[in-house]
């Protein structure tokens, strides 16, 4: 069965620090990936998306950035933090486009 | 963008069945209707998801309009477990998902 797994669970970062959260997909194959956003008492923001090795699509401009090194492999990165980043950050997979997505745990990201 | 409206709230108590609606008036032929729940702190779970025809599964069922303006999800039986966020969500080209704020379900012992 497909399994996500996401970490570190919870992490906090002081202002301008860099950041890297990693998201890893096993048991399929060429998985469609994303990225979302959620603050707290809202829904969530797709932030990138991505349909295969290398290639990446962005849904919002900000600060971050998103990179997928291998085929189930989906990295968010940050070279310099804001206070605005805080929030509860979702990687997701689906077999395709109109397909379910399957989330994983999320990372709670908190900015000081 | 593609949006849906749910109510903010709702209540049932243990063991009742749970309608929860949502409103897609902006649903195009294609896209197909999808639903999530959401325990505090937790990722999204995929709850069920549907075109034109009615289903079921073994979490709930779904019933959609003839129009699919609008549909329904049903738990049969609602239980202490069932408490989260609802989302209905209808996809806006082939894979952007818009969250709306959802509806918040509270199943009373």
């Known amino acids: 069965s497909q399994t996500i797994h996401q970490w570190p669970a919870t992490l906090v970062q002081p202002v301008g620090s860099p950041l890297s959260l990693e998201c890893t997909v096993e048991g399929t194959s060429n998985p469609n990936l994303y990225w979302y956003r959620q603050a707290a008492g809202r829904g969530l923001q797709l932030l990138f998306y991505s349909v295969g090795i290398g290639q990446i699509s962005s849904e919002v401009p900000q600060n971050l950035s998103a990179s997928r090194p291998q085929d189930r492999q989906f990295i968010l990165s940050s070279k310099k933090l804001l206070l605005s980043d805080s929030g509860f950050y979702l990687c997701?997979?689906?077999?395709?486009?109109?397909?379910?997505?399957?989330f994983g745990d999320g990372t709670r990201l908190s900015i000081l | 963008d593609a949006k849906t409206t749910q109510p903010n709230s709702m209540e049932s108590n243990e063991e009742e069945p749970v309608h929860l609606p949502c409103n897609h008036s902006?649903?195009?032929?294609?896209?197909?209707i999808h639903w999530y729940r959401q325990l505090p702190s937790q990722g999204p779970e995929y709850v069920i998801h549907g075109l034109t025809s009615n289903v079921n599964n073994r979490m709930a069922s779904l019933a959609i309009a003839e129009d699919r303006k609008s549909s329904t999800l049903i738990l049969h039986r609602a239980t202490l477990r069932d408490a989260a966020v609802y989302y209905c969500i209808h996809l806006s080209g082939t894979y952007k998902y818009i969250f709306g704020t959802g509806t918040r379900l509270k199943v009373l012992a």
């Open positions: 997701a997979w689906s077999v395709k486009d109109n397909q379910p997505q399957h």
């Open positions: 902006t649903i195009s032929g294609t896209d197909y």
